[in-house]
């Protein structure tokens, strides 16, 4: 294949000018180093790529860069053994669009180590509605079974269900054999999220927690990707010996529990870092992506599909909580 002169990419600067992003075009010398080089077909909106293309979050290490933590595409030209062209690929996390040049381009330059082949039993377009938040949902649930989470000790419950990571947390583990429970403030979309697999629905208002360091349990496990008072909340309310996967701060950073529910219960509190997942790891959550854990309702999941030309546009109503399952970004 051959590699087009020039290309378009959303490139993000932060200099003496001013923080400001849009389309640019470029040629293949201004792109990080990296052996594999695709012609990119998909890539997806995170809710840290909406911080990193309005500058209202440090997400970039350094500029200028090209925005975009998930891409996938076709080779066309590697010099690694590992790679063909023609083959379809896909990164997500991995220092894209913090550390080196992101998916939001026509073309993008990738390091062998973080490219990954596209598992059997998945399209290209599929591997990007999932993309980050995918695999971040599916590492909660590998990190959990891992600490040997079962379906039959109960119902887990998804916080924040209603957008990427929590939409697809509900459908993967209704996937799995797991009784999903949805906490979100978006009570329209309990429809939707029961569609997805949930069992039940709660509104956020209506969440009281209690304010012992124990209250009786409710659930199994949990995923939780809003933080601070959810996250504290949920700490005393799992049953004994339960997992709750932290892999998101919607609400903030801070935690305010006891040790109480950790040492009287059993119940461990695990972090779920995607970014920096090993390759080993990586490639086990793909596999089972592709195939046991796969979600039927991956086009009921992709609520939006934008180009390069509309992307700008999802970024502000995503900050402000508008956001709906996942929205695709078609690049070929």
């Not at 220092?95 to 598992?119: F, K, N, V």
């Not at 709660?202 to 304010?211: C, F, T």
């Not at 854990?293 to 991956?298: F, G, I, M, T, V």
């Not at 700008?312 to 070929?332: H, K, Q, Y």
């Amino acid at each position: 294949m051959s590699i087009a002169s020039t290309f378009r990419a959303f490139r993000i600067h932060n200099d003496a000018q001013g923080y400001r992003a849009g389309l640019e075009t470029l040629t293949l010398d201004a792109l990080s180093p990296g052996e594999v080089v695709i012609k990119v077909a998909h890539s997806s909106v995170n809710y840290k790529d909406a911080l990193a293309g309005t500058g209202k979050g440090k997400i970039l290490r350094q500029y200028p860069m090209n925005g975009g933590i998930d891409v996938a595409g076709y080779v066309v030209a590697s010099t690694d053994h590992r790679f063909r062209e023609g083959d379809a690929v896909l990164c997500t996390g991995s220092g894209l669009s913090e550390t080196r040049d992101g998916g939001y381009s026509e073309y993008a330059r990738l390091p062998a180590q973080w490219t990954i082949p596209l598992p059997a039993g998945m399209t290209l377009r599929e591997s990007m509605i999932l993309g980050t938040a995918g695999f971040t949902a599916a590492l909660s649930l590998y990190r959990m079974e891992q600490n040997e989470q079962r379906p039959d000790m109960g119902p887990v419950v998804v916080t924040g269900a209603s957008g990427g990571v929590g939409s697809l947390a509900i459908a993967i583990l209704a996937k799995a054999g797991y009784e999903a429970h949805a906490i979100t403030g978006k009570i329209d979309q309990f429809d939707w999220l029961i569609s997805l697999g949930a069992k039940q629905c709660i509104a956020r208002k209506e969440l009281y927690w209690g304010q012992r360091p124990l209250e009786t349990s409710r659930w199994a496990g949990a995923i939780d990707n809003v933080g601070s008072e959810m996250l504290a909340g949920l700490t005393r309310v799992i049953h004994p010996y339960g997992n709750i996967a932290s892999c998101g701060l919607a609400a903030g950073h801070d935690l305010a529990t006891t040790v109480m529910p950790f040492i009287i219960r059993g119940v461990s509190l695990l972090g779920i870092a995607s970014a920096g997942t090993a390759r080993h790891t990586r490639e086990r959550i793909w596999e089972r992506l592709a195939g046991e854990w796969k979600p039927a309702q991956l086009d009921t999941i992709c609520t939006r599909e934008v180009t390069l030309d509309t992307l700008p546009e999802v970024f502000d109503g995503m900050l402000a909580g508008g956001s709906l399952g996942r929205t695709l970004v078609n690049i070929a």
